[in-house]
């Protein structure tokens, strides 16, 4: 999963800079709260996370990218320092993510914009039976790093530009080791953005959407994914295991407007980690699930990312919830085929992260 989260960085990383298109760097600084979603957390208490960040994106000004969404996407990675507020339990947290950023135009100085980002984060206080037994939110040193934002932004000239966003950050291992209730935190975030040379955010004229060229798809797909159950060893040598976690989707979209469509299908979960746990405890119950999803798509060229409700329809062990939430970023590096990582959580608590390999048919 690790190196999933990785190749997609470097994807992000190498499309920020390259010198076809405009570069700009951002500073940004955050605060916000953790939200107490379990009773397993409560004995901590609350706290209010403090972030400072440094960004570097490259505009896509062309006018095919004009035409996809009517806005001015932006794609860029980022390095931030996050202060969780208990340095003796939840410690620091240093998130390395790309994302992807549309500026919508309102008027001649303001723009709405929005940030689907993903990435890794490094944290400096894993939890320990002995040293630090109270942090039940994270237990490894690196794990995946989620957000998603939206905002305003203010462009002074055609080199500086201030901003702000409301975000919901989260980071967990997607089940890889527990305990792993996660760490979600609602943030609201300032930013000024400088770019070296001018970038003229104009507007251009707008075709209107004709809904005769609306696309839609049956979209296949396969994915794999990690999760924790049960230790082998004792002691000092005790090690937790981790069990495959596979699926196959099977979803149709259908585009409704510029850049967004709705999707409703259904996949199937085979969890050798549940499989693990009715074993240990001697149940026969089945570790497979089936499930129901419809949500949304926002559409932007190559990139999509999409949510979703999922209902169970077949669920013989596993979270007490009957519906859970499907969240994927997608890259296209050519038609027809897509990849990238998904998460699906039970309201607040995540139970796995995935990384999809996807086929896309136009109908």
Request: charged share 15%.
């Amino acid at each position: 999963m690790t190196r999933a989260f990785a190749s997609l960085l470097l994807f992000f990383t190498t499309i920020s800079l390259s010198a076809q298109s405009p570069i700009s760097y951002q500073l940004e600084i955050e605060k916000g709260f953790i939200i107490i979603h379990s009773q397993d957390i409560a004995p901590i208490g609350q706290s209010y996370p403090f972030a400072l960040g440094f960004s570097a994106q490259k505009w896509l000004l062309a006018d095919k990218h004009w035409k996809n969404c009517h806005c001015y996407p932006r794609l860029g990675w980022s390095l931030a320092v996050h202060d969780f507020d208990n340095p003796d339990v939840l410690g620091w947290g240093f998130p390395l993510y790309g994302f992807l950023e549309p500026w919508y135009k309102i008027n001649d100085g303001f723009f709405l914009n929005i940030r689907a980002a993903v990435g890794l984060v490094y944290l400096s206080k894993p939890y320990d039976e002995q040293s630090n037994p109270l942090n039940v939110s994270y237990s490894m040193p690196v794990q995946a790093y989620l957000s998603l934002g939206g905002g305003l932004a203010y462009s002074l000239d055609d080199q500086w530009r201030v901003g702000l966003q409301a975000r919901y950050d989260h980071t967990s291992n997607g089940g890889l080791r527990e305990p792993n209730k996660g760490i979600n935190y609602p943030t609201l975030n300032l930013s000024i953005d400088y770019s070296p040379g001018p970038i003229q955010l104009k507007a251009k004229s707008k075709e209107a959407y004709n809904p005769a060229q609306k696309q839609r798809r049956l979209r296949l797909g396969g994915f794999l994914a990690g999760k924790a159950s049960g230790f082998v060893g004792e002691g000092v040598n005790e090690q937790q295991l981790t069990y495959l976690v596979s699926g196959l989707s099977a979803l149709y979209t259908q585009q409704f407007s510029r850049s967004s469509a709705f999707i409703v299908g259904g996949e199937w979960i085979n969890n050798l980690a549940y499989r693990k746990e009715m074993e240990r405890a001697g149940l026969t119950n089945d570790h497979n699930q089936i499930g129901l999803l419809f949500g949304h798509e926002f559409l932007l060229g190559k990139f999509s990312f999409s949510q979703a409700m999922g209902l169970y329809l077949y669920k013989d062990y596993g979270a007490s919830a009957d519906v859970y939430q499907r969240y994927s970023l997608l890259y296209r590096p050519i038609p027809g085929l897509a990849i990238g990582p998904g998460l699906k959580a039970h309201a607040n608590v995540a139970e796995f992260v995935d990384f999809s390999l996807v086929w896309d048919f136009q109908l």
